[in-house]
T-cell receptor, first 113, second 115 residues
Framework: DVKVTQSSRYLVKRTGEKVFLECVQD?????MFWYRQDPGLGLRLIYF???????EKGDIPEGYSVSREKKERFSLILESASTNQTSMYLC????????????FGEGSWLTVV | AQKVTQAQTEISVVEKEDVTLDCVYE???????LFWYKQPPSGELVFLIR??????QNEISGRYSWNFQKSTSSFNFTITASQVVDSAVYFC????????????FGTGTSLTVIP
């Protein structure tokens, strides 16, 4: 079974703090994704990566950056957290883009106060 | 424009009732893939099914069934004899071959099964 692991399930951070959300997958998947989930808005893509050190902006990249130094690990960084970044963050991975299934981690609930 | 529409925001049914979750999609690609995911209260999205655009055959898996109709651009999901454990948010998603990295998700339907 594919396993996507997000390091933190629940975080509370202060406004202005730098926040790291870590994600690791164990299936040698090429593609990794970070989504944000908010009520009524569904899942919105923040960034994705199709290879080590490669990244592409998704629909809402503002205020976020990412890092993919190793194939199995994809980190989401909030340089200076703001209250409007309070949300559920979901990491996902996929073998290749040809209609393959995307697999999700358990999610990280971030609260910025 | 929304590529995947789940018009039902919330649905409540009594246990053992059947329930259908609607999904309408929009694409110009001839090759695309449709998915359903379940998100229980724990938060993780669990993959349920994947269909490609060339296979309109309906599928049944236990109490779950899916009705794919290209003529109406719909991919509806029916739960037969619902159970409390079916309570979750269900997401429909579209992946187009030409934009392979992108998944387009609907806004989800929250299903509550009342015992």
């Amino acid at each position: 079974d594919v396993k996507v692991t997000q390091s933190s399930r629940y975080l509370v951070k202060r406004t202005g703090e730098k926040v790291f959300l870590e994600c690791v997958q164990d299936m040698d998947h090429e593609n990794m994704f970070w989504y944000r989930q908010d009520p009524g808005l569904g899942l919105r893509l923040i960034y994705f990566s199709y290879d080590v050190k490669m990244k592409e902006k998704g629909d809402i990249p503002e205020g976020y950056s990412v890092s993919r130094e190793k194939k199995e690990r994809f980190s989401l960084i909030l340089e200076s957290a703001s209250t409007n970044q309070t949300s559920m963050y979901l990491c996902a991975s996929m073998w290749d883009p040809s209609g393959n299934t995307i697999y999700f981690g358990e999610g990280s609930w971030l609260t910025v106060v | 424009a929304q590529k995947v529409t789940q018009a039902q925001t919330e649905i409540s049914v009594v246990e053992k009732e059947d329930v259908t979750l609607d999904c309408v999609y929009e694409t110009r690609d001839t090759t695309y893939y449709l998915f359903w995911y379940k998100q229980p209260p724990s938060g993780e999205l669990v993959f349920l099914i994947r269909r490609n655009s060339f296979d309109e055959q309906n599928e049944i898996s236990g109490r779950y069934s899916w009705n794919f109709q290209k003529s109406t651009s719909s991919f509806n999901f029916t739960i037969t004899a619902s159970q409390v454990v079916d309570s979750a948010v269900y997401f429909c998603a579209l992946s187009e071959l030409n934009t392979g990295n992108q998944f387009y998700f609907g806004t989800g339907t929250s299903l509550t099964v009342i015992p």
